[in-house]
């Protein structure tokens, strides 16, 4: 059933897209190669015949240029010969990613126009952030921060028009990491482009994120004292075990309420491992990682990892000429020495405490305003009838989810819980990592949760999440539930059964951050 919002939405949807001179459309893929667009070249144009799994689709790459600086996106546009649903979908990338093509055929199985960017660079490096001479390339910068995602939904959205003859009824951004706040920079930023959007894992406040991922090497590298991969898994383990039956009251290797847990790693303390006993330095580090980034006097920059979450990937130490050293991840290595250092023989051992709350004012003042997505003012895409769909998983390696909750909050403070409840929902999911994996309930569809909010009114009480063996078959299920609930157990019938469960109010402590 089509709500009256519903109705009027799409009446807007129809009227915003009339106000804009459509090309004249040729109707073949063929003959998207003639389609005259400002700014626009179609370099290809080609249908694809499908396999067993991906229907014939047509083909389009464009290439579109910025008028103002020198800067220049690629933009593939992938549409449905036959079964299209009416729907166009925009998707994200990842990391420095902008996206790719091949992160389209998952929509055109299911109907959609689709379309992605590279966002103005090749590749999920960061060597875009430097022009030739070494100074800062800011029309690329700028391209990889928001205007890449807008030139390409403008630009498929002609395309979408010249070879259906009419435009989508309705068009969702769907996106995880860096597409996680490519989506929340357009509901910002652009608010009448999307009916609809999802942002999972999102990099909203990405200056402080991008800096603070290395906290965890900086406290290795100043302490002197680089931990054992098996001391830090040992510490991940001990913390799930004392928090497993938060929130859900089920013991199963997942921590329902991170926020929650109050679990002390001192007590780990002379605990044997593998690689020796657990000491008093390591505990420090250990504690640090947690607290997150802090400056000199201790006063927070950022969230740190949460309990439940991985050590490795952030924090990986290894072996070299017999002495263990930490090991950054590189994006970080990358951000630091390309757009910060500006040099691209930067040494990360070079860091130290005072360099390192250097380098993170430095990130925020200078590109907060271009790849930051931490304003919380969503009222013009309130007023444009948008729907927003936040999710995050709980176990995040690399994108501690407080940041998320901490921007959520900020929303409702902004313009009050009961009216961001209206467009804007976050859910938390327990145990699964960066946008997927882990050991917890993978959120199973969000984007047809959004759909049925967006056309039918149906706003999500939960997401239905799913726990997968090895054959991707699901075995349980389970409730995601929106921030602030967690998903309970109700004490009968078997936990792997969603229905055995309820949401309830969390015990957690409040976020130790600037909200």
């Not at 229907?55 to 036959?82: E, F, N």
């Not at 959609?112 to 103005?120: M, V």
């Not at 925020?364 to 927003?388: C, H, I, N, T």
Request: charge should be negative; charged fraction near 20%; glycine fraction near 12%.
């Amino acid at each position: 059933m089509i709500t009256v919002a519903a109705v009027v939405v799409s009446i807007w949807v129809a009227a915003s897209c009339a106000a804009e001179p459509a090309p004249t459309p040729p109707r073949t893929c063929d003959g998207l190669r003639e389609m005259s667009r400002p700014e626009t070249i179609v370099t290809e144009a080609r249908e694809d015949p499908g396999d067993g799994t991906t229907p014939r689709s047509c083909r389009v790459t464009l290439t579109v240029t910025d008028p103002v600086d020198d800067g220049a996106v690629t933009v593939w546009v992938y549409l449905p010969v036959d079964g299209w649903n009416g729907r166009f979908q925009g998707v994200g990338g990842g990391g420095f990613l902008g996206g790719d093509a091949e992160r389209l055929l998952d929509p055109v199985r299911s109907g959609y126009a689709a379309a992605a960017t590279d966002a103005g660079h090749t590749g999920p490096t960061a060597d875009f952030a430097l022009d030739a001479t070494g100074d800062l390339s800011w029309p690329a910068i700028e391209d990889f921060g928001h205007e890449g995602v807008q030139d390409m939904t403008l630009a498929a959205k002609d395309v979408v028009r010249a070879y259906y003859g009419t435009d989508p009824a309705r068009s969702y951004f769907n996106g995880c990491s860096t597409g996680g706040r490519q989506g929340v920079m357009e509901a910002q930023r652009f608010p009448d482009e999307y009916d609809g959007i999802v942002a999972g894992a999102p990099v909203i406040n990405f200056p402080e994120l991008q800096t603070g991922q290395i906290w965890g090497q900086v406290a290795m590298l100043n302490s002197g004292n680089p931990v054992a991969p098996c001391k830090f898994e040992a510490a991940l383990a001990a913390t799930i075990e004392a928090c497993d039956t938060l929130g859900d009251n089920v013991r199963d290797g997942v921590i329902g309420d991170p926020l929650a847990c109050r679990f002390d790693p001192g007590t780990l303390v002379g605990r044997a491992t593998p690689c020796g006993p657990i000491t008093a330095a390591d505990v420090d580090v250990i504690r640090r990682i947690g607290e997150g980034p802090r400056r000199v006097d201790g006063s927070f920059l950022w969230y740190g990892l949460a309990p439940g979450a991985p050590f490795a990937g952030l924090h990986d130490t290894v072996e070299v000429d017999g002495r263990l050293e930490g090991k950054p991840f590189q994006y970080d290595v990358w951000w630091i020495g390309l757009f910060l250092a500006q040099d691209r023989n930067w040494d990360w051992k070079t860091l130290t405490p005072a360099s390192f709350e250097a380098f993170f004012d430095q990130a925020v003042r200078q590109y907060d305003d271009v790849l930051g997505a931490a304003d919380p003012d969503l009222s013009a895409y309130e007023r444009s009838g948008g729907k927003l769909l936040l999710w995050h998983g709980a176990a995040d390696f690399g994108v501690p989810f407080q940041g998320t909750v901490d921007y959520y909050e900020r929303v409702q403070a902004t313009l009050g819980a009961e009216r961001t409840q209206e467009f804007v929902r976050l859910f938390l999911a327990p145990g699964v990592g960066h946008c997927r994996g882990g050991a917890g309930a993978q959120p199973a569809d969000p984007l047809e949760a959004l759909v049925d909010w967006v056309e039918n009114g149906n706003a999500p009480a939960i997401l239905d999440g799913e726990r997968l063996d090895e054959n991707g078959v699901a075995p349980a299920t389970r409730p995601i539930c929106p921030y602030p609930t967690v998903a309970r157990w109700h004490g009968q019938g078997n936990p792997d059964d969603g229905a055995t469960y309820a949401c309830a109010e969390s015990t957690r402590m409040a976020l130790a951050g600037p909200s």
